[in-house]
C-alpha cells in the first residue's frame, strides 16, 4: 500500500510561481512506486497528464501544454517529489493530482493517487 499526499496549492496572479509537493509512505513504498507524476483536472474538464519521472530520476516526461514552465524533481532520502510551476497561466487552474505507478511510463494511468490540491490563476 502506498499513500500520497500533496500540499502547495493556493492562489496566484498570472505569470507567477507555485511549487506543489508530494509526500509518499507505506509498507511497499518504494518497491511498488517505480515512477511518480502529477495530473490535473480543470472544471468541466478531464483529468490532464501533466508529467512524471522515475523514483531513479533516469527517465522523465512532461506534458506539451507545459513543457518550458513546469519541471519535475524528487528527493528520494525525503520520498519527496515536487512540481515547480512558473510563468503560470489562467488555464492552468485545476486540482492537481500527485499520483504513482508500478512501471514506465505513466501517461495516461496510475496504480495510487493523492487526494488533490487546487491551484487558481487569476487574471
Known amino acids: 500500500q502506498v499513500q500520497l499526499v500533496e500540499s502547495g496549492g493556493g492562489l496566484v496572479q498570472a505569470g507567477g510561481s507555485l511549487r506543489l509537493s508530494c509526500a509518499a509512505s507505506?509498507?511497499?513504498?518504494?518497491?511498488?512506486?517505480?515512477?511518480m507524476g502529477w495530473f490535473r483536472q480543470a472544471p468541466g474538464m478531464e483529468r490532464e497528464f501533466v508529467g512524471a519521472i522515475t523514483w531513479s530520476g533516469i527517465s522523465a516526461d512532461i506534458a506539451r501544454s507545459v513543457k518550458g514552465r513546469f519541471a519535475i524533481s524528487r528527493d528520494n532520502t525525503k520520498n519527496m517529489m515536487y512540481l515547480q510551476m512558473n510563468s503560470l497561466k489562467p488555464e492552468d487552474t485545476a486540482v492537481y493530482y500527485c499520483a504513482a505507478r508500478d512501471g514506465w511510463p505513466m501517461r495516461n494511468s496510475a496504480d495510487y493517487w493523492g487526494q488533490g490540491t487546487q491551484v487558481t490563476v487569476s487574471t
Open positions: 507505506g509498507r511497499t513504498f518504494p518497491v511498488s512506486m517505480y515512477s
